[in-house]
């Protein structure tokens, strides 16, 4: 197979028209109107920005929208102060960057929720608008930061799990054939597919073995009809479309329409330039991939190459 690298120089072509992702959120929590009204104007442009009045109604907003970058919080204000609501985000979103605005000398309750990591930073209010946006822009960068290093970790272990996976199938199997579902079931969880089917090819074209996995059930194979297959055989280049809705080519077709998928990726598997088969992700939703993720899927093809030799020769052998 080809280097890394060069796959990846192979597909970036391809995803330089995807959208771009989306501005992070924030939370803004403020009981007094006209607060609450500036800070969102003040970080509109920059962020998707979410508001409450409340600690209470702060809760509501991240039960129905999830996570989000950095949170905003007075600290005074009726029912529930903001060291005590920030306190409540910790154990669901503990990646979250939070910072309490006060404008009263309450240092037992800041140094407490500082000292217990559930505060980046205080601001006085009045705050200054520049040093506030700087603040949150650099509270915005390390929650970045740490999200970009959690899942760097997972996909390490996630890389690590595979390849045991891929040991243990090709060691234990009697065939060629006993390795494929074991196989596209232990590719599509690591990449958190909807689907996945790995199908093996002769002489340049698809035969009917295979292996396949699904989080939903039965999957339909369809990949003989499709054109990113046919190119990935044809130019055994890896061929990705992560917006199916987006690609005029592909929208059209019956088994996207009827299956739901949004999202496919088909990789070329080979070993030493020798084409051995297809490998097809797929996701119910469409979704953006990252050049380290789209390095972490061309290792994983070559383990998998390394696999099915493996297994072919050890057939071969018994």
């Given at each position: 197979?080809?280097?890394?690298?060069?796959?990846?120089?192979?597909?970036?072509?391809?995803?330089?028209?995807?959208?771009?992702?989306?501005?992070?959120?924030?939370?803004?929590?403020?009981?007094?109107?006209?607060?609450?009204?500036?800070?969102?104007?003040?970080?509109?442009?920059?962020?998707?920005?979410?508001?409450?009045?409340?600690?209470?109604?702060?809760?509501?907003?991240?039960?129905?929208?999830?996570?989000?970058?950095?949170?905003?919080?007075?600290?005074?204000?009726?029912?529930?102060?903001?060291?005590?609501?920030?306190?409540?985000?910790?154990?669901?979103?503990?990646?979250?960057?939070?910072?309490?605005?006060?404008?009263?000398?309450?240092?037992?309750?800041?140094?407490e929720a500082i000292n217990a990591g559930q505060v980046y930073k205080y601001i006085t209010k009045p705050w200054d608008p520049g040093e506030l946006k700087a603040v949150v822009q650099r509270a915005a960068e390390t929650y970045d930061l740490l999200k970009q290093r959690t899942e760097e970790l997972r996909r390490a272990h996630a890389q690590m799990d595979?390849?045991?996976?891929?040991?243990?199938?090709?060691?234990?199997?009697?065939?060629?054939?006993?390795?494929?579902?074991?196989?596209?079931?232990?590719?599509?969880?690591?990449?958190?597919?909807?689907?996945?089917?790995?199908?093996?090819?002769?002489?340049?074209?698809?035969?009917?073995?295979?292996?396949?996995?699904?989080?939903?059930?039965?999957?339909?194979?369809?990949?003989?009809?499709?054109?990113?297959?046919?190119?990935?055989?044809?130019?055994?280049?890896?061929?990705?479309?992560?917006?199916?809705?987006?690609?005029?080519?592909?929208?059209?077709?019956?088994?996207?329409?009827?299956?739901?998928?949004?999202?496919?990726?088909?990789?070329?598997?080979?070993?030493?330039?020798?084409?051995?088969?297809?490998?097809?992700?797929?996701?119910?939703?469409?979704?953006?991939?990252?050049?380290?993720?789209?390095?972490?899927?061309?290792?994983?093809?070559?383990?998998?190459?390394?696999?099915?030799?493996?297994?072919?020769?050890?057939?071969?052998?018994?």
């Amino acid at each position: 197979m080809d280097s890394p690298s060069l796959e990846i120089d192979k597909v970036r072509h391809q995803l330089m028209t995807l959208e771009r992702p989306k501005k992070l959120k924030i939370l803004v929590v403020d009981d007094e109107p006209d607060n609450l009204d500036l800070l969102y104007r003040t970080f509109r442009r920059d962020f998707n920005v979410l508001k409450a009045d409340s600690g209470v109604n702060a809760l509501q907003v991240l039960a129905a929208e999830g996570e989000v970058a950095v949170i905003i919080s007075d600290q005074r204000m009726p029912e529930m102060k903001g060291t005590e609501f920030l306190s409540k985000t910790v154990p669901q979103f503990p990646d979250t960057v939070r910072i309490i605005l006060t404008g009263f000398t309450d240092i037992e309750d800041l140094v407490e929720a500082i000292n217990a990591g559930q505060v980046y930073k205080y601001i006085t209010k009045p705050w200054d608008p520049g040093e506030l946006k700087a603040v949150v822009q650099r509270a915005a960068e390390t929650y970045d930061l740490l999200k970009q290093r959690t899942e760097e970790l997972r996909r390490a272990h996630a890389q690590m799990d595979l390849l045991t996976v891929l040991v243990q199938v090709t060691q234990a199997a009697h065939s060629l054939e006993e390795t494929l579902t074991p196989i596209a079931m232990a590719v599509g969880e690591t990449f958190a597919a909807d689907g996945c089917i790995l199908q093996l090819i002769k002489g340049n074209t698809l035969i009917a073995t295979q292996g396949t996995y699904s989080d939903v059930g039965i999957i339909k194979n369809w990949l003989a009809e499709d054109p990113l297959t046919s190119q990935a055989i044809a130019t055994q280049e890896m061929q990705v479309s992560l917006n199916i809705l987006k690609n005029d080519q592909l929208k059209s077709l019956n088994h996207y329409q009827q299956t739901g998928v949004q999202a496919h990726l088909v990789i070329p598997i080979s070993y030493h330039k020798q084409l051995l088969g297809v490998l097809s992700l797929q996701w119910k939703q469409p979704c953006t991939l990252r050049e380290d993720e789209l390095q972490l899927i061309n290792l994983s093809a070559q383990l998998v190459a390394i696999a099915l030799t493996s297994s072919s020769c050890h057939q071969t052998a018994v």
